[in-house]
Nanobody, 117 residues
């Protein structure tokens, strides 16, 4: 059983920054790639970024490329998402999960990000 706990969300003005964290427990965290996903109001959940198990390979959705950076610390069983130059369209609930194929049983509560224009 894997438990994922996201944190770090909040209310920020457009152009601002936030750093999200996702801490995992219950399984060998470092053995699989992880990713961030988000769900905006009234929309389906979408992929944001992913990182390989070693942290040496990353991949981003076009909408966040150049603004967001994903990283991980396997010793802390934690992945991060540094979000810069935030835009109103980045508003949503952010989740972490296995990537590229998230596991339904792993979804946590997510963390709310609200960007005001």
């Amino acid at each position: 059983q894997v438990q994922l706990v996201e944190s770090g969300g909040g209310l920020v003005q457009a152009g601002g920054s936030l750093r999200l964290s996702c801490t995992a427990s219950g399984r060998t965290f470092s053995s699989f790639p992880m990713g961030w996903f988000r769900q905006a109001p009234g929309k389906e959940r979408e992929f944001v970024a992913s990182i390989s198990w070693s942290g040496t390979s990353t991949f981003y959705a076009d909408s966040v490329k150049g603004r967001f950076t994903i990283s991980r610390d396997n010793a802390k069983s934690t992945i991060y998402l540094q979000m810069n130059d935030l835009k109103s369209e980045d508003t949503g609930v952010y989740y972490c999960n296995a990537a590229p194929e998230p596991v339904n049983d792993y979804w946590g509560q997510g963390t709310q990000v609200t960007v005001s224009s």
